[in-house]
């Protein structure tokens, strides 16, 4: 595939995602959100991209990884109300198939079709497949940093300002509970990702989304979490106390160390 090829890919998205526009404005919020996110996780890819010399053709494949990865949602959002996987579907797989129901990569030929559908599948894993080349695993890892990159962002937005949308689906339903799971400090300070099924307090996915410093994989996605001050802002919202502050300056620990 070419830049013509991309170009029309995005005319395409831009025309599918109209589509599930409604009057609601609880659903004009909703598509809007993974509309923008979707626009700034292709910024963010074309960003670490540049930063670690990709080709011309390498970064039109990474693009499309960034414009398709979360294509899935809009049809969740549809279907079931929500963007919670664990309620509804898994957004990744929904997102294939609806790829595949509209034969969007047509133009690609097969290892290009490889590369991107890989990495749409593998984008919001808890880990990434080992029998993998290389190549295919470092798409997959370049789209994930992009990914959290920007969720980062999206999630800080909303701590700012948790009365604009009380009961977020950004909260994914969990209770706004000052504690903090021992077991999810424990895993912060101990490096390890926190799982969503262990999650009880809307403060243990604060943490969460801290730990995922540990599963970053490029200088430029370190540099960029520096720089944007993503653990300091999150960590801004938790509550005060000398377990989680050990526990977060694990994270910061691990960033300083990769940078």
């Known amino acids: 595939m070419n830049r013509v090829d991309l170009n029309h890919l995005k005319s395409w998205f831009a025309d599918y995602v109209a589509g599930f526009y409604t009057d609601d404005p609880g659903n004009i919020y909703a598509i809007r ?26 970064m039109i494949l990474a693009e499309t990884m960034g414009l398709f990865h979360d294509i899935g949602r809009f049809k969740q959002y549809a279907v079931y109300g ?5 309620v509804s579907e898994n957004h990744a797989k929904l997102g294939l198939r609806e790829m595949a129901k509209h034969n969007v990569l ?15 599948a593998y984008h919001n894993t808890a880990s990434i497949p080992k029998d993998e080349d290389e190549k295919t695993l470092f798409f997959i890892r370049l789209l994930r940093d992009a990914d959290k990159l920007d969720i980062w962002k999206v999630v800080i937005d ?13 909260e994914i339903g969990l209770p706004n509970d000052p504690a903090c799971s021992p077991q999810i400090v424990a895993a912060i300070r101990e490096g390890r990702l926190v799982l969503m099924q262990n999650l009880k307090t809307l403060n243990d996915f604060k ?7 540990f599963d970053l994989n490029f200088v430029p996605s370190f540099r960029a979490v520096k720089t944007r001050e993503y653990i300091e802002q999150i960590e801004a919202t938790l509550p005060h106390s000398k377990e989680i502050t050990e526990a977060v300056s694990h994270a910061h620990d691990y960033v300083n160390r990769h940078l």
């Open 82 to 86: 929500t963007f919670n996987d664990m």
């Open 207 to 213: 943490l969460l989304q801290i730990s995922w410093v």
């Open 33 to 58: 959100l993974k509309e923008k996110h979707t626009e700034r996780v292709c910024e963010n890819i074309i960003m670490l991209g540049n930063a670690l010399g990709l080709s011309d053709h390498e």
């Open 158 to 170: 909303h701590y700012r300002e948790p009365d604009k949308r009380p009961n977020s689906i950004l």
């Open 106 to 120: 047509a133009v690609c030929t097969k290892d290009e079709k490889r590369w991107i559908t890989k990495a749409v």
